[in-house]
């Protein structure tokens, strides 16, 4: 079985939030010591600073603070145009 996400689910992250798990694995796979005869890779400063910053936003994309302007966190109104506009919106949950 594949841990791969399928395309759909692959494309329902937000680019920026994509781009961040994938410089996080990047960084795990150059980290990775093969063999134990092998020296492992220090990351350079931009790298752990990069990391730093990936892994903030997406402490923040998970925990919800921040949606990165890509999709709505919360279900849209389904208002009709012809209802009260001040009228309070039910959400259904």
Do not use: K, N
């Not at 680019?15 to 092998?38: G, K, S, W, Y």
């Amino acid at each position: 079985m594949s841990m791969e996400p399928s395309q759909a689910e692959y494309y329902a992250i937000p680019p920026r939030v994509r781009a961040a798990m994938d410089f996080i694995e990047h960084l795990e796979r150059a980290r990775h010591q093969c063999e134990p005869t092998t020296p492992v890779r220090e990351l350079s400063s931009a790298e752990l600073a990069v990391e730093r910053q990936a892994l903030q936003m997406l402490g923040q994309y998970f925990s919800g603070e921040m949606d990165f302007g890509d999709r709505p966190v919360r279900a849209v109104s389904s208002r009709r145009t012809d209802e009260d506009p001040d009228a309070p919106v039910e959400t259904p949950v």
